[in-house]
């Protein structure tokens, strides 16, 4: 059964500073993978997307993930951070079923 | 717009009380979901559903019920047979197979 792994419950960057938020996943093929974003009450908002080919993927507000299959990893990165960018963050991926599958979630705190 | 739109945002309930969640979209999504989110962890699956009057369980399916009459909509009736039903709930859809979901914007449930 595929799975994904966040380690970071929580991280805590300055405002400015780089970011990389990591996601690890579990699946024989290789997988659909996603990164979207919560900001407190609200629903879900897609960040970026990898399905096949390049393996660094851009994304919207200044984001970008690299998908390295001999780590089974699908990092999430930014180069400064803005004080908007405080949210949850979650990684997900679609394998074999239809549904999605997501990570526990990362909570990104931004300090002025 | 197209997207998906969720009612109510906030629903507060008595305890033994059956309640029903709405989701309705107007993107054309053959597939719908359900997702729980609690603190730390994550989205859970409730149910999802591929097709007009077809629908499976996902991994918390215990005490909730579904039905898809319409392509549109996708309610969710959380039972009195659901031991912990506060939670805040997620609906989303998806285009095929393994593309990426949309999200509606929550209900937040309150059981008292």
């Known amino acids: 059964a595929q799975s994904v792994t966040q380690p970071d419950i929580h991280i805590t960057v300055s405002e400015g500073a780089s970011l990389e938020l990591r996601c690890n996943y579990s699946?024989?093929?290789?997988?659909?993978l996603f990164w979207y974003v919560q900001s407190p009450g609200q629903g879900l908002q897609l960040l970026l997307k990898?399905?096949?080919?390049?393996?660094l993927v851009q994304g919207i507000k200044g984001f970008e993930a690299e998908f390295k299959r001999s780590q089974s990893s699908f990092n999430l990165r930014k180069p400064s951070v803005h004080w908007s960018d405080a949210a949850e963050y979650f990684c997900?991926?679609?394998?074999?079923?239809?549904?999605?599958?997501f990570g526990s979630g990362t909570q990104l705190t931004v300090l002025p | 717009d197209g997207g998906i739109t969720q009612s109510p945002k906030y629903l507060f309930r008595k305890e033994g009380q059956n309640v029903t969640l709405s989701c309705e979209q107007n993107?054309?999504?053959?597939?719908m979901y359900w997702y729980r989110q609690d603190p730390g962890q994550g989205l859970r699956l409730i149910y999802y559903s591929q097709i007009v009057n077809d629908f499976q369980k996902g991994d918390i399916a215990e005490g909730y019920s579904v039905s898809r009459e319409k392509k549109e909509s996708f309610p969710l009736t959380v039972t009195s047979a659901q031991k912990n039903p506060t939670a805040f709930y997620l609906c989303?859809?998806?285009?095929?197979?393994?593309?990426?979901?949309?999200f509606g914007q929550g209900t937040r449930l309150t059981v008292v």
């Open positions: 990898y399905f096949s080919g390049d393996t």
């Open positions: 989303a859809s998806k285009v095929d197979l393994n593309t990426e979901a949309f």
């Open positions: 997900a991926t679609s394998g074999s079923a239809r549904q999605l599958t």
């Open positions: 699946y024989g093929a290789t997988p659909y």
């Open positions: 993107l054309n999504h053959d597939a």
